[in-house]
C-alpha cells in the first residue's frame, strides 16, 4: 500500500515537474501564432484572378460556354429566351428557333415582333413561335453544336435561323489566332479553362484543404485534452507547427504546377504565315458548318435559313453618318481589320450555299440606302432601326421562300421544298 503511495507521489511530482517546466517553455516562447486565414479553393481568387468578366458565364461540355444561372431562371440551360429550349410540336404553332452571337440576340424580339405581325396580317396559317437560343460571342461550330444538343434531348424544331457571319471572322482570326489559340475554339477558350484547376492542381489544394481543417483542430480553443494543460498546448503547438510546414510545402509545389497543357487550353494549334490562307480556312469551315446544321435540321424534318449579318466594314454596304464615323467606325482596330478583308469571302461562298440549296440570305446591303445612324459601336452591333430593318428583312426573305405549310399564306398553294445537293 505505501509503496503505491510513493509511486503516485512520485508520478504527481514528476507530471507537476513537466507541467511546470511547459508553462515555463511556453512564457519564453510567448503566445501562440493566431491562425492564417489565407483562402485557397477551387473557386477562389487564387485560381479566377483577373478574370472577373467571366463571372456569369461557365463552361458547357458541347458548347464552349452558357450563362451561370440559378435553376429554373434561365431555362435550366444557361441559354434561351423564351419558351424552352426542349420545345414539341403544337398545333397550329410554327416552332422556329433563332442562333447566332450577340446581332443575333439583340435582334431576337424584333424578329418575333415581325412574324406575330406577318400572322395578324394573314401572311402565315399558323403562329409563329419564336425561341431565341442566340448568345454573345457565340460562332461556328457553336451553333451547329448548340441545336444538335438540343435535338438530342427531344427537341422539336420546325425552322433553324442562324444569323452569323462577324464573329465566325472575327474573332477566330483577331481574338483565338493572335492568342495563339485554334481559330474555332470557343471565344478566349484559353482564358476560360485556365480557371479551372487541373487533377494535380486540384489534389494539391485538396491537400492544403486537409491540413487546414488539422491545424484549425489544434487551436487553442480545441479539444480540452490539448488545451488544459501547458504539455498538451506545447504538444498542439508542435503539431500545428508541422502541419504548418507541410501546408506550406504543398503550397510551394502548386505554384510550381503549369496552370494548365497547351493543347488543353489552345488545342491543335497551327499558325498560319500567310493571312488569306488564314481567311480561306475560317470561312470554308463557316460555310461547311452551316451545311452541316442544314443536314441536321432537315433531318429531324425541320427547315435551315442561313442570315449573314450586315457590317459597316463592307465597303459600299450603307453611307456612314457623321455620328458613325465618330463612333462606331474604327477599320484600324484588331476585329474590324479581319471582318473587312473578309466580308466579301463570306458573301461569295454564301452564294454557293444558296446554290446548294440551302436557304441563304444576304443581309449586307440592308443599310445600303439608309442615311440615319444605324451602328452604335465599332464592332457590329446596331440600334432599335436596325434592329427593326434587319428584323423585317429576315422574317420577309423566310416567308417568301418557306416551303413550310404554316408559313405561307392560308390561301396560297403550297411550295415544295428547294433541291438540296449533298455536299
Known amino acids: 500500500m505505501r509503496r503505491g503511495l510513493r509511486w503516485a507521489a512520485l508520478v504527481l511530482v514528476a507530471t507537476g515537474s513537466v507541467e511546470l517546466s511547459a508553462r515555463v517553455a511556453e512564457w519564453l516562447l510567448g503566445p501562440a501564432a ?12 487564387e485560381i479566377e484572378q483577373g478574370y472577373e468578366w467571366l463571372a456569369t458565364e461557365v463552361l458547357h461540355p458541347y458548347v464552349g460556354y452558357v450563362g451561370d444561372r440559378p435553376p429554373g431562371t434561365f431555362r435550366d440551360h444557361g441559354i434561351g429566351h423564351g419558351p424552352t ?69 427531344g427537341a422539336r424544331y420546325d425552322v433553324v435561323v442562324n444569323v452569323d457571319g462577324f464573329n465566325e471572322v472575327a474573332l477566330s482570326i483577331a ?30 489544394i485538396g491537400r492544403i484543404t486537409l491540413l487546414r ?30 502541419l504548418q510546414a507541410q501546408i506550406e510545402s504543398a503550397r510551394e509545389r502548386l505554384r510550381r504546377l503549369p496552370r494548365r497543357s497547351d493543347f488543353e487550353s489552345k488545342g491543335p494549334f497551327r499558325a498560319y504565315r500567310r493571312e488569306d490562307v488564314l481567311r480561306g480556312a475560317v470561312v470554308r469551315h463557316w460555310a461547311r458548318s452551316s451545311i452541316l446544321l442544314d443536314h441536321a435540321v432537315r433531318g429531324q424534318g425541320g427547315e435551315y435559313h ?75 452591333h446596331v440600334n432599335e432601326r436596325g434592329n427593326e430593318i434587319l428584323a423585317g428583312f429576315i422574317v420577309d426573305r423566310i416567308l417568301a421562300t418557306t416551303s413550310h405549310p404554316g408559313l405561307q399564306p392560308p390561301d396560297a398553294p403550297r411550295r415544295r421544298a428547294a433541291p438540296h445537293r449533298a455536299q
Open 213 to 242: 481543417d488539422l491545424r484549425s483542430r489544434l487551436e487553442p480553443d480545441g479539444p480540452p485534452l490539448l488545451s488544459w494543460t501547458a504539455i498538451g498546448r506545447l504538444l498542439a503547438r508542435a503539431l500545428r507547427r508541422g
Open 85 to 153: 429550349p426542349l420545345t414539341r410540336d403544337r398545333p397550329d404553332t410554327v416552332n422556329i428557333v433563332l442562333v447566332g452571337g450577340s446581332v443575333a440576340a439583340h435582334a431576337a424580339d424584333d424578329i418575333d415582333a415581325a412574324f406575330q405581325r406577318a400572322f395578324d396580317a394573314g401572311r402565315t396559317r399558323s403562329r409563329p413561335r419564336l425561341l431565341s437560343l442566340a448568345y454573345p460571342g457565340f460562332k461556328q461550330p457553336q451553333q451547329l453544336n448548340l441545336v444538335s444538343w438540343f435535338l438530342g434531348l
Open 306 to 380: 442561313h442570315v449573314l449579318q450586315p457590317n459597316q466594314y463592307l465597303e459600299g454596304s450603307k453611307p456612314l453618318t457623321a455620328t458613325e464615323r465618330a463612333t462606331a467606325y474604327a477599320p484600324d482596330e484588331s476585329l474590324p481589320h479581319a471582318a473587312r478583308g473578309t466580308y466579301p469571302m463570306l458573301r461569295a461562298h454564301g452564294q454557293s450555299l444558296g446554290a446548294s440549296g440551302i436557304h441563304f440570305h444576304d443581309a449586307t446591303q440592308i443599310y445600303s440606302d439608309v442615311d440615319e445612324t444605324i451602328y452604335r459601336d465599332t464592332c457590329c
Open 34 to 45: 493566431p491562425t492564417e486565414n489565407r483562402e485557397l479553393t477551387p473557386g477562389g481568387t
Open 175 to 204: 481574338e483565338n489566332h493572335a492568342s495563339g489559340v485554334h481559330p474555332l475554339f470557343p471565344r478566349r477558350w484559353d482564358q476560360r479553362v485556365s480557371r479551372v484547376p487541373s487533377r494535380d492542381r486540384l489534389r494539391e
